[in-house]
């Protein structure tokens, strides 16, 4: 009996050989195979990483020749994003990101004087009442930066991704140059900017 078997897995036509072998030829159809897909998912993550990078690049291009204030900030009220317009038009920081409003406007007096940077300490905290509102809105900021009164006409809305708030996105467009003309001429015909202006006067 055991001269039988010791035969059966010797012999040339041994099942145990046979089975190991075909299970070998199989496994190795499944490494070619995961191989082949891992490549084609390299490719695929090349070509995504490019396009993302090639469009983060545009927007940014856009955003930086722009005139107008861009920012981004996360739900803790730190920016993440800000173009060259808002720093060097408001934050006067080179680099803001991962910092708040309070501690820019702290460094702002601290080098040019409380008295000489005061935008903002009128109005109400906008960031907020985006957030609770979860709608876009607009809002009419002004204050002294470096020693200057600045006006700023200031849209703010939520940032969603897949339906969670993320942050509250801004653009703000300096209308100082519009509401200074405004005074001087008194513009008394102009009803719709009589209106917009007024709100700037009363620290809406």
């Given at each position: 009996m055991w001269d039988k078997i010791q035969?059966?897995?010797?012999?040339?036509?041994?099942?145990?050989?046979?089975?190991?072998?075909?299970?070998?030829?199989?496994?190795?159809?499944?490494?070619?195979?995961?191989?082949k897909i891992e490549k084609?998912?390299?490719?695929?993550?090349?070509?995504?990483?490019?396009?993302?990078?090639?469009?983060?690049?545009?927007?940014?291009s856009i955003a930086a020749a722009l005139p107008d204030m861009m920012w981004c900030k996360g739900m803790d009220g730190k920016y993440v994003y800000a173009n060259q317009a808002i720093i060097d038009g408001l934050l006067l920081d080179r680099n803001p990101l991962g910092k708040g409003d309070v501690e820019l406007a702290l460094a702002a007096k601290?080098?040019?004087?409380?008295?000489?940077?005061?935008?903002?300490?009128?109005?109400?905290?906008?960031?907020?009442?985006?957030?609770e509102s979860g709608k876009a809105q607009r809002f009419l900021e002004s204050g002294k930066v470096k020693g200057k009164v600045l006006y700023l006409e200031v849209f703010?809305?939520?940032?969603?991704?897949?339906?969670?708030?993320?942050?509250?996105?801004?653009t703000g467009r300096d209308m100082t140059e519009y509401v200074e003309a405004y005074r001087e001429q008194n513009c008394g015909g102009c009803g719709k900017m009589a209106d917009i202006f007024k709100?700037?006067?009363?620290?809406?």
């Open positions: 035969g059966w897995i010797t012999g040339k036509n041994c099942q145990i050989d046979n089975y190991f072998s075909k299970l070998d030829r199989s496994m190795q159809v499944v490494i070619d195979r995961c191989t084609q998912l390299d490719q695929e993550i090349k070509v995504l990483t490019e396009e993302v990078a090639v469009y983060k690049g545009m927007l940014h601290s080098r040019y004087g409380s008295e000489n940077h005061t935008f903002g300490e009128k109005c109400a905290n906008s960031d907020e009442i985006v957030k703010k809305a939520p940032l969603y991704v897949n339906g969670e708030m993320k942050g509250v996105v801004g709100k700037y006067e009363d620290g809406e």
